[in-house]
């Protein structure tokens, strides 16, 4: 931690409170947080720390949103009130530009760039998963003269881009890629492999299986869903991707045995939920919510229960 900047985990030690509680503070008053720069970590402007102290402080006085949001307009800076912003448009030629409007262009562009954020970390992930497949294509090359025949290190080749699962597309796409194979006799043959995904979703089976977490103990933990039946995964997919995110898009794929769920909402944070199907001791077969990232960065268990738990008591508006 510098004396200038702070991260979220930075803002969340000085506070006491849960990251995913310090997010909702930007989220909730995006205008009085200032970002410095966008690499990973984030990092906010000097003045965070008491801003977010401030935020705390009035939330445990039982204060609405708003009237936090009015004292905040006294307290501190914000986008909307930059004094020479300001005078630029109190001195301009175009007397239309008002007070609204500026502060419609704040937020879209603190929109557009939690969304350059995302479209960052996407890229960067898919880059990484590209070099390791090339890696690997190579090594086989390399090594082909120990392998039995061509066509078993064909059917390799094939398994490791089966097995990359990597690149999540919603639209359908094909890939092509030349691999040339020297055989004993020392001739050369060449393959064109088309690599054909389509976007995926798990088995209506597996979505409709009763999600659990691990409690504070260890122990698996599942919530009631609608009178008379266990939470299921399809509801907490719901929920998510249309009443805790609205608006928001949502694209499924695997990883090793887990199914990730990627939501993100033009305004909010971008959500990655693991889910594996898993046997409890007794006896009974669930999805387990093992893992959630945001923006890229792996929440811890207390973050994940409060998580849980807010998705849950959405269940009624169902």
Not at 113 to 136: C, D, F, H, P, Y
Request: glycine letters at 6%.
């Amino acid at each position: 931690m510098t004396a200038e900047t702070f991260t979220h985990r930075e803002l969340s030690s000085i506070t006491g409170v849960s990251v995913t509680t310090i997010k909702s503070y930007r989220k909730k008053f995006p205008e009085f947080f200032f970002i410095v720069g966008h690499g990973k970590p984030l990092r906010f402007r000097k003045g965070a720390d008491k801003l977010c102290l401030r935020i705390r402080d009035l939330f445990n006085k039982n204060l609405s949103v708003k009237q936090i949001h009015d004292k905040l307009l006294t307290e501190f800076e914000s986008v909307k009130e930059n004094r020479q912003l300001s005078e630029n448009i109190k001195n301009s030629d175009n007397p239309q530009v008002s007070s609204d409007e500026f502060e419609k262009l704040a937020k879209t562009t603190a929109q557009m760039m939690n969304g350059l954020a995302a479209l960052v970390t996407v890229q960067a992930k898919a880059e990484q998963r590209l070099a390791r497949i090339e890696k690997s294509l190579k090594e086989l090359v390399s090594t082909q003269s120990q392998a039995p025949s061509s066509t078993e290190m064909l059917q390799e080749i094939k398994d490791i881009l089966a097995a990359s699962g990597g690149l999540q597309q919603p639209e359908r796409i094909t890939a092509k890629k030349v691999v040339t194979i020297k055989k004993d006799d020392g001739q050369a043959e060449s393959y064109s492999l088309d690599a054909d995904r389509s976007a995926i979703e798990p088995e209506a089976e597996f979505l409709e299986l009763p999600v659990v977490i691990h409690s504070e103990n260890g122990e698996f933990l599942g919530l009631p869903g609608k009178p008379g039946h266990p939470f299921t995964l399809q509801e907490l997919v719901y929920l998510v991707s249309s009443r805790k995110e609205e608006g928001a898009s949502k694209v499924w794929h695997k990883q090793g045995r887990d199914w990730v769920l990627a939501v993100k909402s033009p305004e909010g944070p971008l959500y990655e939920l693991y889910f594996s199907m898993t046997k409890t001791p007794k006896g009974n077969i669930v999805s387990f919510f093992n893992k959630l990232d945001i923006n890229s960065e792996s929440s811890n268990h207390a973050d994940i229960l409060v998580f849980f738990k807010e998705v849950r008591d959405l269940i009624d508006s169902i």
